[in-house]
């Protein structure tokens, strides 16, 4: 009993004891925890730390290896490239070579050889030197046939002036002009004067007035009144070059009868006689009657087309 009597007077000793025993434990035990929590922090962030820059180490060497690999893949492209680049440039300065060899081979031996055109300007300028001569010839020639036609030209206008002045030719009675009785000798143009014949004029025929009957012109225009030739053309004869005309109908407009009116040529007495004599004339020269029905349809069709021919240019001229 004793020993409950003391441990109940010890009881109140013992809590208090407990409690702030168990107060100092906890605040150790906080202060342990802190140290604790902040040793693990820092243990760990030595770890990432050393963690990442493990990794930072894997990534520069393989980030090396990577732009290494991609360096050297370059270089060995960038080297094809030039390889290939000067082979190229070696094979077009060859063929440049070899075409330029050719190309002046070629032009050398067929376009622009030396000696043949050597030889063929040596031809031109013989030749020019040839035409040069024969022009000139023909220029001296020229001009010598001009002159000598100036001259003869000259001596026939004297010769006509001579002949139109004979009159002033002296006489044994009367000297003339050009002989002066104080010269020595004649003037050239009394001798020239002296040569001449004098100049005859001569005398206008009259032409015979003659009146046209109405039966000579029916008469002339027949086709026997044109003019014919003696003799025939040779049959090898060439005709001549060019639009020309045959002659037949030549000659038949240039000798074209006379075909007065009847007005100006007959009697007003014998009109009526003149035409019925016309009349009779031109019914034994048809052959039918149908001729004017085929004479008056071929002029309505003429007519006709040239009237369509004149529509067409005028509405030409106004689309226009």
């Given at each position: ?42 243990f ?9 820059r ?92 001009e ?25 044994k ?46 008469a ?16 090898d ?66 007519s ?17």
């Amino acid at each position: 009993m004793a020993t409950l009597a003391r441990l109940q007077a010890r009881s109140t000793c013992l809590g208090q004891q407990f409690y702030f025993r168990n107060s100092v434990v906890d605040v150790f035990r906080k202060k342990e925890y802190d140290a604790a929590v902040k040793i693990q922090s820092w243990f760990r962030g030595c770890q990432i730390r050393a963690y990442i820059r493990y990794l930072q180490r894997i990534v520069i060497v393989l980030q090396k290896w990577w732009r290494g690999y991609s360096a050297r893949k370059h270089y060995q492209l960038i080297v094809k490239l030039a390889y290939h680049t000067m082979k190229m440039n070696t094979y077009n300065a060859m063929a440049v070579r070899i075409q330029k060899l050719w190309r002046g081979y070629r032009i050398r031996k067929y376009c622009f050889d030396y000696f043949y055109l050597k030889a063929y300007l040596r031809a031109v300028s013989e030749t020019n030197d040839t035409i040069r001569e024969a022009l000139e010839e023909f220029a001296d020639m020229k001009e010598r046939e001009e002159t000598k036609a100036d001259l003869e030209r000259e001596e026939k206008q004297r010769d006509d002036r001579a002949r139109k002045m004979h009159y002033l030719l002296s006489t044994k009675q009367i000297p003339g002009i050009y002989n002066s009785p104080f010269r020595k000798e004649p003037d050239p143009w009394e001798l020239r004067l002296q040569k001449a014949k004098p100049l005859t004029h001569r005398r206008s025929q009259a032409k015979p007035t003659c009146s046209v009957q109405l039966s000579s012109w029916l008469a002339c225009t027949s086709a026997r009144s044109f003019p014919r030739s003696e003799f025939l053309p040779p049959i090898d004869r060439k005709q001549c070059q060019g639009p020309f005309r045959d002659i037949a109908e030549v000659l038949k407009q240039r000798y074209k009868p006379l075909e007065p009116t009847l007005r100006s040529e007959e009697p007003i007495s014998e009109l009526k006689a003149a035409r019925e004599d016309f009349k009779r004339q031109e019914w034994t020269k048809n052959i039918h009657d149908n001729m004017i029905s085929r004479l008056y349809c071929q002029h309505l069709i003429s007519s006709q087309s040239m009237e369509n021919y004149i529509q067409k240019l005028d509405k030409f001229y106004k689309g226009c």
